[in-house]
């Protein structure tokens, strides 16, 4: 399968633990979104990668959040300190950028998620 | 206001119904449009990009209008795996992420 990957598919923790999840994206893709969904809403941009620079952040990263992108290819989002708030589904996706589609408007490939749950 | 509104539905429409989706978009500055197919705990997937022009897949057309701020998109002649939750998307101001509707869920009947 070359689709874009999520590790650990489900993850149920208690408030306050620090959470860990990766996602690996389609091979070459050179930009790395992470989104979450909450029951009933549209997924909500989080940060995103092109290569490994976080180049944007949305408001809803808190301090409690951190996202990695070392060497340009997988990606961690970690949580520290988990409140019952962060329960949602974290989702990645990937894109690739051309000379052709620098202004965005790129087709992102959506990885299954990761569902938390923190009790 | 949200960035980006749906009417949440539910839609009931039986099969071979035509089902059409309204969505409208608060940033002018948006370049790129789409619609996002989600089925039931599952990850959202493309469906089609949107252009000005307004463009064709089958069964389903989208429309933009950049005036209005306002997308739409058609089905004719539903079918039962056309049941699912349909996202209007547009790009962030910042022009690479994503802002996303809540969604409008269509369930289709035999």
């Known amino acids: 399968d070359t689709g874009v990957s999520q590790d650990p598919r489900h993850k149920i923790t208690k408030r306050g633990q620090n959470v860990t999840f990766r996602c690996d994206p389609i091979s070459e893709h050179n930009r790395l979104y992470w989104y979450r969904q909450t029951l009933g809403q549209g997924p909500e941009f989080l940060t995103y990668f092109q290569n490994e620079a976080q180049l944007e952040k949305s408001r809803l990263l808190s301090d409690r959040f951190s996202a990695e992108r070392p060497k340009g290819s997988f990606s961690t989002l970690e949580i520290q300190r988990t409140e019952q708030g962060d329960s949602a589904m974290y989702l990645c996706?990937?894109?690739?950028?051309?000379?052709?589609?620098?202004?965005?408007?790129?087709?992102?490939?959506f990885g299954p998620g990761t569902r938390l749950l923190v009790l | 206001r949200k960035e980006v509104e749906q009417d949440p539905g539910p839609f009931n429409v039986p099969e071979g119904a035509t089902v059409a989706f309204n969505c409208t978009y608060s940033?002018?500055?948006?370049?790129?449009f789409f619609w996002y197919r989600q089925d039931c705990r599952k990850e959202p997937k493309l469906l089609m990009s949107?252009?000005?022009s307004g463009n064709e897949d089958g069964r389903f057309t989208a429309q933009l209008n950049r005036a209005s701020q306002y997308i739409s998109l058609l089905i004719r002649d539903s079918k039962l795996s056309d049941s699912a939750t349909y996202l209007c998307?547009?790009?962030?101001?910042?022009?690479?992420?994503?802002?996303f509707g809540k969604g409008t869920s269509l369930l289709v009947t035999p």
């Open positions: 996706a990937s894109s690739l950028v051309t000379q052709g589609n620098l202004a965005g408007g790129e087709t992102q490939y």
């Open positions: 940033n002018s500055a948006s370049q790129s």
């Open positions: 998307v547009v790009n962030r101001n910042s022009g690479y992420a994503l802002n």
């Open positions: 949107v252009y000005s």
